[in-house]
């Protein structure tokens, strides 16, 4: 009976072991995209607000504040039939 809590702990770390690793290969993959997408961010506080600052630069407002909401609707929906048009076309 002994034989099976000692052979299930060690699963348990094993699995933990596992676990770790993988968490730090993501946190690592996560890190390098971010320094990528945003080259001067020291954290991801840094990266949300470059992220809202050029949004807000670019058209002019979030969709609701009057800036570029007619501009960003004409993305959308070019977006959405090209992802259509990818989708019939992918299903031959």
Known sequence: M????ILSWV?????TAVNI????QLKKASE???????PGAK????AVNS???????RRGGFPG?????????????????MLQKSKKGGKR
């Open 2 to 5: 002994s034989i099976w809590i």
């Open 11 to 15: 699963f348990v770390g094993i699995l």
């Open 21 to 24: 690793v993988i968490f730090l």
């Open 32 to 38: 390098q995209m971010m320094k990528m997408a945003f």
């Open 43 to 46: 954290n991801m506080n840094e």
């Open 51 to 57: 992220m809202q600052s050029m949004m807000g630069q």
């Open 65 to 81: 504040a009057g800036g570029g909401g007619k501009n960003m609707d004409a993305q959308l929906k070019a977006a959405m039939d």
